[in-house]
């Protein structure tokens, strides 16, 4: 059974960093592209971040400020968030791409995803 657990969440301040870490079982986590979403209250799920074997890819609103990683030994996924903003507050999860090939406009939509972990909170305060 695929487990997806997020870590990391919390209280950061305007300009601060955290960094959250998705532990992953029930699968052969090196074969899969993984990603991180996140949710903003009221609002849908918004892709945010994705990793390949080859490498890594951003939505506009967090290039150049968060940094995704993994490393296949621990079956783990992390995001470094730097710079961040209250603009950045959501509940952040991670997720495992649905198929085994790499295609990096299939990882910018959501429901390419088939499991998601129960999420983190991160709140960035002004």
């Known amino acids: 059974q695929v487990h997806l657990v997020e870590s990391g969440g919390g209280l950061a301040q305007y300009g601060g960093s955290l960094r959250l870490s998705c532990a992953t079982s029930?699968?052969?986590?090196?074969?899969?592209?993984m990603g991180w979403a996140r949710q903003r209250p009221g609002k849908g799920l918004e892709w945010v971040a994705s990793i390949d074997h080859s490498g890594t890819y951003y939505a506009d609103s967090v290039k150049g400020r968060f940094i995704i990683s993994r490393d296949n030994a621990k079956s783990t996924q992390y995001l470094e968030m730097n710079s961040l903003r209250p603009g950045d507050t959501a509940l952040y999860l991670c997720?495992?791409?649905?198929?085994?090939?790499?295609?990096?406009?299939?990882?910018?939509?959501?429901?390419?995803?088939?499991?998601w972990g129960q999420g983190t909170q991160v709140t960035v305060s002004s």
């Open positions: 997720g495992k791409f649905a198929r085994r090939d790499s295609d990096n406009i299939a990882f910018k939509i959501t429901s390419n995803y088939d499991y």
């Open positions: 029930g699968f052969t986590f090196s074969d899969y592209a």
